[in-house]
């Protein structure tokens, strides 16, 4: 056979044939070609694709956790809602589409025919809320609302509503035990986002459409171990949708139980005493602003001294936490997030920073001793300080003479501190520093954990501010554009100052120093920061990170993950020197700034030695905030409010009734171990019952109220009360009149 | 199928006995080309394969029985097979005399079609059924007519030796000839037959040595045709449909575009290996419509992947290889007509079906020649390759 056949044919014929040959040829190459772009190329894509077409995913949403009180009252968790859901995929099967099904559902449920019909379509670009968004494999829940009753009748029926399902389901609760609402700390849940569901749909929990995630306080904090592990069925399916087989099944499983710090007795005291400060606050007479105070907001905090653990922590504005439950209304949100609001969703005992005014001074007082200043002094506390034209005055201009650090505190003299400030501030080099500044009021501060988050298991604490060298610095460098523009030499006070800030804001200045040693001017600080310094101070210097959460319980109660306290650091002062300011401090609440408040009104100091520290911080344009800290040997409290006059003045009734709730004091000073409701700290955890649930205590219908009928009622009826009720329960004392209030009548002092 | 071999091709070759007459230096074993034998055999092996894997669940269409278009398909085969070897055993210049008669019948049967013993698959009203469950597509017959009745008229006088290339009035008697069951065939509609027969004309002419001018004058009519389809709304909805959705198969995935994404999904998702045969999620999912028939190349795609859809691009590859040989060679026009009208049908039908599975060309109803399920187009390929053969068979050789 020879390559060139003798076929005896034109050229022409020969040529196209050829033609043809590659023609086809190149065809079959374009085939392959395409074959090897889409298999190999992009086979990845399409595999993804393949797989996404045949396996059905059925979820089974997880029971989240409770999150209980220290005595296991739950703070928040789930009711069981009657759930009426449809199938979708059993209605299709139907003839009419399940049509006459789902409109014989309506009239039971109520509805109107269209309005069930509206939830169980499918969204999709052309089709308008509501509509079912979430898988159509999944029941469609109609409503949460249904009665027993339509439950009952649906599932007696259960041949009429085929597809139909009434089960009970839960859902979130937030129980307010005790009237105590502890809104900002528990936080809410909201749906999930898109954005969440496709980050989490390949983990081992994927979201539901119709999950909930914690989106603040410890709802957010321990959404993790709340939220539990969502069931996941996962069926392959053919192209009509027909199961052809289970591929995996997870059964789900419920969330860990959050197991806190909180006495809901206690911060429902703690919520009921600041709000009734606030609207005291509220009526009295500013003279500096002729009007009434404002007091906006306010916060407190109750923690423990050892540990560092919270057992109360209130935020006022506040809400109601069901208000999100099931989903908040356009109308609520506005009313939580508007301009108007002030706020309320803000968590004020950490997320509100102001200036500490005098409770700060416990940070100069260490940071002079670090300094080499004695403690004992005699430092002249003068009535005012001057430097260049400026006068800085002592709180009301009174002038105490030669007198102790610790006296200094006592009686909260701001000279002796403008003082010691100044001259370190001159030592290390003024506007000038020293290379190797010490710093010593700087640095002491930083060491007490200020301009720091404090690291308590709760979101978006916020770090205050220590207002050194290097923070002027970066803040000119920040605004000195605005301020060169809008500062005039000659213009109004806030133009004055933009005009000196341009110029030299960029350095510590000596009236910068002078403000900051009494914690005014740029420094900032939360409640929760003061807590902790205060608590160490109460504790022999230990700073704790702040605690809510004590211990995360397995579902069936069986695993207990203890929440150890934990500390970020020491205070930097001698035992020596620790000992004197706790003198000092005890001394404010005897004979010093705070003594009205406790000595002076029965304050049984010799059984619970009560020490405190007031302070009232200027802010420039508004109302002088109120701050109060304390502690005795067990639990500091620290209550602060916005617009709200002195520390002892505003805050002082709140904390000292709080005091009395915690330790069972009565007006008089008599101390009762009846009516206490937590005179030492919560030990050990709740306990479980065998099937998992959690033993908790009866709480009263209002804690609060209960508390100051039992204060003033014993300061009236003393011994004859006690004996004549005896066997009546500690907190169900309501037998007891009430009395006009004593201590809210009396006027300040100074 | 060594048997198939004893047939006896007359007045060719000396008499001998037994196996050595088989495989003698000119014998018709020696004579047949084995390459497109075994390309054809394997295609239509791996072909019954593909169908059972696409319709072994498929319960409302297999009867319940998983077997039966495995059953089937193989049948088919062996009948195909058989029509080969009957074809060989003709010889196509005996089948050359008969022309007129099979050009006639299969004419008939089309018409038949169009009354109202035909009936519709898939918009295509082009069936008739015979009953039985058997059903017989003559569009599929009118092919191999076409290309025999063309060549018969246009190699007539080149052969006889009168003129070098069949004049004007030969082409045009021959396009006249392939015109009439075409009309027939586009009213049906059936789009598909239709262009792979213009294909063939074309291949056809342009090995006839017909003027240039006929070739382009044909290509332009064409084009001139599909512009006047197009605005004469001729078309009927799903064609333009189909046509829509292959340009941009987004626009309605879940309806016209389905085919041709599920289509894609399954290809691409086989990689370079497949999922292995019967693992397909696509097709064990039965995502793919028409899978046994035109979407055949999906299931080798996704269950045998890269290395099996090229296995199948590269056995259709030899056929028409050793087809264009057999053009090439032959020493009759006649011949060479045929196995190019052969090569032509054979090459687009094959393109378009792996094509628009693959996502590059339209979706019409075109099945993949011997791997897809179908008596009528298992019969007519195997008689084209009974034609081949008895084209190389009976030239003279060369040696």
């Known amino acids: 056979m020879t390559n060139i056949p003798e076929t005896g044919r034109t050229p022409r014929v020969q040529i196209r044939l050829v033609v043809i040959q590659i023609l086809v040829l190149s065809l079959l190459g374009t085939l392959g070609g395409r074959l090897w772009y889409l298999q190999i190329r992009e086979g990845d894509e399409y595999a993804k694709e393949a797989s996404g077409n045949h396996v059905q995913q059925v979820v089974e949403p997880a029971v989240r956790g409770s999150i209980l009180d220290a005595r296991g009252v739950p703070l928040a968790d789930n009711e069981t809602r009657l759930v009426v859901s449809a199938s979708r995929t059993d209605l299709l099967k139907m003839k009419d589409d399940g049509k006459a099904v789902l409109a014989k559902l309506a009239g039971v449920l109520g509805m109107k025919p269209r309005e069930v019909m509206e939830k169980v379509r499918l969204c999709d670009s052309k089709t308008p809320q509501p509509c079912w968004n979430g898988s159509p494999y999944q029941p469609i829940p109609i409503t949460d609302e249904a009665t027993a009753k339509q439950a009952l009748q649906i599932r007696e029926r259960a041949e009429d509503f085929p597809g139909i399902t009434a089960e009970p389901e839960a859902v979130r609760r937030y129980a307010a035990p005790g009237k105590s609402n502890t809104a900002q700390v528990l936080g809410y849940l909201s749906p999930v986002t898109d954005e969440e569901i496709t980050k989490a749909q390949d983990t081992d929990s994927p979201y539901l459409r119709s999950d909930q995630v914690g989106r603040s306080g410890l709802e957010r904090e321990y959404d993790k171990e709340l939220r539990g592990k969502a069931g996941v069925t996962r069926y392959e399916v053919d192209n009509l949708g027909r199961v052809i087989g289970e591929a995996e099944a997870d059964p789900a499983q419920a969330g860990s139980n959050l197991v806190t710090s909180i006495d809901a007795r206690v911060q429902r005291v703690a919520e009921y005493e600041l709000n009734d400060a606030m609207k005291k606050a509220r009526l009295e007479w500013d003279r500096n602003t002729n009007e009434q105070y404002k007091a906006d907001s306010g916060a407190v905090v109750v923690m423990e001294n050892k540990t560092g653990r919270v057992v109360a922590m209130a935020s006022n504005p506040t809400y109601d936490p069901n208000a999100w439950v099931g989903g908040i209304s356009a109308k609520d949100y506005t009313r939580l997030t508007g301009k108007n609001s002030n706020y309320p969703l803000l968590n004020r005992a950490i997320q509100g920073q102001s200036a500490p005014g005098s409770i700060f001074k416990v940070v100069p007082t260490a940071a002079a001793v670090n300094a080499g200043y004695s403690f004992d002094g005699p430092y002249e506390c003068s009535s005012s300080y001057s430097l260049g034209g400026q006068v800085f005055k002592n709180f009301e201009s009174k002038g105490y003479g030669p007198i102790s650090l610790g006296r200094a505190l006592e009686v909260s003299c701001d000279t002796v501190f403008y003082r010691l400030s100044h001259e370190e501030w001159k030592r290390d080099g003024g506007t000038k520093p020293k290379k190797n500044a010490n710093d010593w009021f700087y640095k002491t501060a930083h060491q007490f954990g200020l301009g720091a988050e404090t690291g308590i298991d709760l979101p978006n604490e916020v770090t205050g501010r220590i207002p050194d060298r290097q923070w002027k610095l970066d803040y000119w460098k920040a605004n000195k554009d605005v301020w060169c523009r809008t500062g005039k030499k000659d213009g109004s006070y806030a133009e004055k100052i933009a005009y000196e800030n341009c110029l030299e804001g960029n350095r510590l200045r000596a009236g910068d120093s002078i403000n900051y040693s009494i914690g005014q001017g740029d420094t900032l600080v939360t409640p929760i920061q003061m807590a902790t310094i205060y608590s160490a101070i109460a504790n022999g210097g230990t700073l704790y990170d702040p605690t809510v959460g004590k211990a995360i319980l397995s579902p069936d109660g069986k695993t207990v993950t203890e929440i150890k306290p934990k500390s970020h650091g020491k205070l930097p002062i001698s035992k020596k020197t620790l000992a004197e300011m706790d003198e000092a401090l005890e001394g404010v609440a005897t004979r010093g700034t705070a003594a009205w408040r406790f000595a002076d009104v029965g304050w049984p100091q010799d059984k619970i030695p009560m020490h405190a520290k007031t302070g009232t911080a200027e802010v420039y344009g508004k109302q002088t905030t109120s701050w109060f800290a304390t502690y005795t040997k067990d639990y500091s409290v620290v209550m602060t409010i916005s617009q709200g006059g002195t520390g002892s003045g505003a805050s002082g009734p709140a904390v000292r009734n709080i005091y009395d709730a915690l330790y069972g004091v009565s007006d008089d000073g008599a101390v009762n171990p009846k009516n206490a409701l937590l005179p030492t700290p919560q030990k050990g955890l709740p306990k479980v019952r065998t099937d998992g649930t959690i033993k908790s205590p009866k709480v009263a219908k209002d804690p609060a109220k209960e508390q100051r009928a039992n204060q003033e009622g014993a300061a009236e009826e003393g011994g004859v009360q006690q004996a004549a009720t005896v066997n009546t329960p500690a907190t169900g004392n309501r037998n007891t009149r009430r009395r006009p209030r004593r201590r809210g009548s009396r006027r300040m002092l100074a | 199928?060594?048997?198939?071999?004893?047939?006896?091709?007359?007045?060719?070759?000396?008499?001998?006995?037994?196996?050595?007459?088989?495989?003698?230096?000119?014998?018709?074993?020696?004579?047949?080309?084995?390459?497109?034998?075994?390309?054809?055999?394997?295609?239509?092996?791996?072909?019954?394969?593909?169908?059972?894997?696409?319709?072994?669940?498929?319960?409302?269409?297999?009867?319940?029985?998983?077997?039966?278009?495995?059953?089937?398909?193989?049948?088919?085969?062996?009948?195909?097979?058989?029509?080969?070897?009957?074809?060989?055993?003709?010889?196509?210049?005996?089948?050359?005399?008969?022309?007129?008669?099979?050009?006639?019948?299969?004419?008939?049967?089309?018409?038949?079609?169009?009354?109202?013993?035909?009936?519709?698959?898939?918009?295509?009203?082009?069936?008739?059924?015979?009953?039985?469950?058997?059903?017989?597509?003559?569009?599929?017959?009118?092919?191999?007519?076409?290309?025999?009745?063309?060549?018969?008229?246009?190699?007539?006088?080149?052969?006889?030796?009168?003129?070098?290339?069949?004049?004007?009035?030969?082409?045009?008697?021959?396009?006249?000839?392939?015109?009439?069951?075409?009309?027939?065939?586009?009213?049906?509609?059936?789009?598909?037959?239709?262009?792979?027969?213009?294909?063939?004309?074309?291949?056809?002419?342009?090995?006839?040595?017909?003027?240039?001018?006929?070739?382009?004058?044909?290509?332009?009519?064409?084009?001139?045709?599909?512009?006047?389809?197009?605005?004469?709304?001729?078309?009927?909805?799903?064609?333009?449909?189909?046509?829509?959705?292959?340009?941009?198969?987004?626009?309605?995935?879940?309806?016209?575009?389905?085919?041709?994404?599920?289509?894609?999904?399954?290809?691409?998702?086989?990689?370079?290996?497949?999922?292995?045969?019967?693992?397909?999620?696509?097709?064990?999912?039965?995502?793919?419509?028409?899978?046994?028939?035109?979407?055949?190349?999906?299931?080798?795609?996704?269950?045998?992947?890269?290395?099996?859809?090229?296995?199948?691009?590269?056995?259709?590859?030899?056929?028409?290889?050793?087809?264009?040989?057999?053009?090439?060679?032959?020493?009759?026009?006649?011949?060479?007509?045929?196995?190019?009208?052969?090569?032509?049908?054979?090459?687009?039908?094959?393109?378009?079906?792996?094509?628009?599975t693959l996502g590059i060309m339209p979706v019409t109803g075109l099945p993949l020649p011997f791997v897809s399920y179908g008596g009528s187009s298992m019969f007519a390929v195997w008689v084209a390759v009974g034609l081949l053969q008895s084209i190389r068979v009976q030239r003279p050789m060369s040696a």
Not at chain 2, 74 to 82: H, Q, R, S
Not at chain 2, 121 to 147: C, D, M, R, Y
Not at chain 2, 285 to 292: A, K, L, R, W
Request: charged share 10%; with cysteine.
């Open chain 2, 1 to 356: 199928m060594t048997g198939a071999n004893t047939f006896q091709v007359s007045g060719y070759g000396p008499q001998r006995a037994g196996w050595a007459r088989l495989f003698a230096r000119d014998s018709l074993a020696r004579r047949l080309d084995w390459p497109i034998l075994l390309a054809a055999l394997a295609l239509s092996g791996i072909g019954s394969l593909l169908v059972f894997s696409a319709t072994r669940n498929r319960t409302e269409i297999n009867q319940g029985d998983p077997y039966y278009f495995l059953i089937r398909h193989i049948m088919n085969t062996g009948i195909g097979f058989a029509l080969m070897l009957g074809t060989v055993w003709l010889g196509h210049r005996t089948l050359r005399t008969a022309v007129p008669i099979l050009y006639g019948a299969s004419v008939f049967l089309i018409l038949m079609v169009l009354t109202p013993l035909g009936s519709t698959v898939n918009g295509a009203h082009s069936w008739i059924v015979i009953g039985g469950g058997f059903s017989l597509q003559p569009s599929e017959f009118v092919k191999i007519t076409i290309i025999l009745g063309m060549a018969m008229l246009l190699a007539a006088r080149v052969d006889a030796g009168d003129k070098p290339h069949p004049d004007h009035r030969t082409v045009l008697q021959a396009l006249g000839l392939a015109a009439v069951p075409m009309l027939i065939v586009m009213l049906m509609p059936d789009l598909g037959s239709v262009m792979v027969m213009v294909i063939i004309v074309l291949g056809v002419l342009l090995a006839s040595g017909a003027s240039n001018r006929w070739v382009f004058g044909l290509l332009g009519a064409g084009a001139a045709g599909a512009i006047a389809v197009w605005q004469l709304h001729i078309l009927d909805d799903y064609q333009i449909a189909r046509f829509a959705a292959f340009a941009n198969p987004s626009l309605d995935p879940a309806g016209v575009g389905y085919n041709t994404n599920q289509a894609r999904i399954a290809i691409g998702s086989g990689g370079l290996t497949g999922s292995g045969l019967f693992h397909g999620s696509q097709t064990t999912g039965q995502f793919v419509p028409e899978q046994q028939t035109d979407f055949v190349f999906t299931v080798a795609g996704e269950e045998l992947g890269f290395v099996g859809g090229g296995l199948i691009i590269v056995l259709l590859g030899v056929v028409l290889w050793r087809a264009c040989r057999i053009a090439r060679e032959t020493t009759e026009l006649y011949g060479t007509i045929v196995a190019a009208g052969i090569v032509a049908w054979f090459a687009f039908q094959a393109f378009e079906n792996i094509g628009m």
